[in-house]
């Protein structure tokens, strides 16, 4: 359980750092460049870990999905990227793969 939970932060972290590096201007902008740089450390250090107990490919894509997901939520809620019912239907199929992966471990 705990690799998955280690999974699951780093994917969280994955949408942060997707996003201050977006964020960063070409990493121009001194705030978001140092949570960009923190963010995909702490990240890639969770999924390293995680695949130590989980398949490589079910841990990437599950890290993946969260990271995309979260990243294509968050954007479309502040408004930085339009929104319609059918790109929250496929934000929800990714969430449903990546829910589904984790069910058939």
Known sequence: MLPWIVLTVSGLLEAVWATALGRS???????????????????????????????TGTAYAVWVGIGAGLTVAYEMSTGAEPWSIVRILLVLGIVACVVGLKLTH
Do not use: E, H, I, Y
């Not at 990493?27 to 989980?54: C, H, K, Q, Y």
């Open 25 to 55: 201007d070409g990493f121009t902008r001194p705030v978001p460049t140092t949570v960009f740089g923190v963010s995909v450390v702490l990240s890639m250090v969770g999924l390293a870990w995680a695949m130590r107990d989980l398949p």
